[in-house]
């Protein structure tokens, strides 16, 4: 190793001194022998001779024993190969230092309750923690086979295909173990590769079907007392001879009456959607005379309101679905624009397409929404406003409703909203969720406005 400090012009005077050196030698010794400019010529070669070995021997250490010691040269070469020995200490370090994090990084996963495992590009398992052999089932060998070879569930196919249409991962029964649940949450990176993540969430799948079962039984028996007492209610408010000041009081209890019936049945239908799961709903919708209908029942909902209400119908594709569950996504959302929009309002239905998606939106010029509300709009019972909500017999449940139904087909709300400005919510349902018009039923497009 030389010494640090020796500058490069002190290696180029090396070699010069050397080259001059062996040219004077060169020339003395042809103008000896009658042949100076051949002397010269050999003290040239002589010179040539010399950088050419270094350089060999330098190429010979580097393409075959960079660990030993360097070959002693001199001048620039030595320069060459001091930096040389340098550039692979660092590198060394760099590398030792990178190895470090990585194992303590693996360490750090390996310690993780949580499975994770690194998928690459051809869908085959690289590497994964002890939690995966525990909860996915994964086993040594399985790098060489597809991961949705191993995980054989036709939900977790999909997931795996297309995660982006699962905003909050996937649910699904674990195969290795019956009775337990996992939530599994893919990452794409680099060129196509996956990062897939999966927990146990055994306890609080258990916890919420407790919810939903305590809901759905507490509601289904609360409906035959409300019915009962907005019966009776109703017959004693008809009699003719009521007290007045009784008539009142009546008349407030047949209103919370009426409105604990349509929280009972916000609920019942919320528990259904819920406990019904991802079934199958492939009903042909024809969506021109099933959004005029929705527009003619909004027409009349709207009748204490004076709203201008407008229908667009752009796009000539029907959806596949729950006619029955879609209209009732679909009304919410058009009677809370009613409802929250004040009198003398603009109010837009409009169903189109893209090419990729379909769009069912509700665009209205209302009070809108403050930005920190509207990720949490979708929660039961959440309310912007609650004495709006009260004032207008809102439930707190249309928007968890339309929310449910949506992902049944597969599709999404959309929420945009300006404060003071309006709102615009849309359903947004994939392509697989969308078929052309049958031929002979194909409708016009649309626009209608009252």
């Known amino acids: 190793m030389i010494d640090s400090q020796h500058s490069l012009v002190a290696f180029f005077q090396e070699d010069l001194f050397r080259l001059l050196g062996l040219v004077f030698l060169g020339g003395l010794t ?12 050999f003290g040239l070669m002589a010179f040539m001779w010399q950088q050419w070995n270094a350089l060999y021997q330098l190429y010979r250490w580097l393409r075959f024993n960079p660990q030993q010691s360097p ?7 030595s320069a060459i190969v001091y930096n040389v020995q340098r550039m692979q200490v660092s590198e060394r370090r760099a590398r030792d230092n990178l190895m470090v994090v990585i194992t303590r990084a693996r360490e750090s996963v390996s310690a993780l309750e949580e499975a994770v495992v690194l998928i690459n590009s051809q869908n085959l398992p690289e590497w994964w923690n002890p939690a995966a052999e525990r909860l996915l089932g994964l086993r040594t060998g399985d790098q060489r086979q597809s991961i949705l070879n191993i995980i054989r569930k036709p939900e977790f196919a999909s ?9 909050e991962g996937l649910k699904i029964a674990s195969w290795v173990k019956a009775g337990r649940y996992l939530q599994c949450e893919l990452t794409i990176f ?39 007492l907005s019966g009776y209610l109703e017959s004693f408010g008809d009699q003719d001879d009521l007290n007045p000041r009784w008539r009142r009081g009546f008349d407030q209890m047949q209103q919370q009456t009426q409105r604990m019936t349509l929280l009972v049945n916000d609920l019942l239908l ?27 029942d909004a027409s009349v909902f709207n009748t204490d309101h004076a709203h201008r209400i407008g229908l667009s119908i752009e796009s000539d594709m029907d959806l596949l679905g729950s006619e029955k ?19 003398g309002g603009v109010i837009e239905l409009r169903w189109s397409d893209d090419g ?3 769009y069912f939106s509700v665009t209205d010029n209302g009070i809108g929404i403050e930005a920190h509300h509207v990720p949490r709009l979708t929660e039961r019972f959440y309310r912007v406003d609650s004495g709006r909500s009260r ?25 945009q909203s300006t404060l003071g400005k309006g709102s615009c919510f849309s359903c947004v349902f994939p392509a697989s969720r969308l078929v052309p018009h049958s031929p002979g039923q194909t409708p016009q497009l649309a626009s209608k406005s009252a």
Not at 271 to 280: A, C
Not at 325 to 343: C, D, G, H, Q, R
Not at 395 to 412: F, P, R, S
């Open 30 to 41: 042809g103008w000896l022998l009658g042949f100076f400019w051949t002397g010269v010529l």
């Open 71 to 77: 070959p002693e040269l001199r001048g620039v070469w």
């Open 159 to 167: 997931y795996f295909e297309t995660p982006s249409l699962y905003q």
């Open 190 to 228: 680099g060129k196509n590769d996956r990062l897939l993540i999966a927990y146990d969430i055994t306890r609080l799948n258990n916890l919420e079907q407790m919810r939903k079962d305590f809901v759905a039984n507490v509601s289904h028996e609360l409906r035959t007392p409300l019915t009962v």
């Open 270 to 296: 919320l528990s259904r959607l819920e406990n019904e799961g991802l079934k199958s709903k492939r009903q042909h919708i024809a969506m021109r005379p099933f959004l005029q209908q929705i527009y003619d």
């Open 325 to 343: 569950e879609i209209a009732s996504a679909f009304v919410n959302l058009v009677t809370n624009a009613i409802k929250y929009t004040p009198k």
């Open 356 to 358: 990729k998606n379909g």
């Open 391 to 415: 004032e207008t017999g809102g439930t707190g449940l249309g928007l968890a409703i339309v929310k449910h139904v949506l992902h049944q087909h597969d599709a999404y709300l959309d929420i």
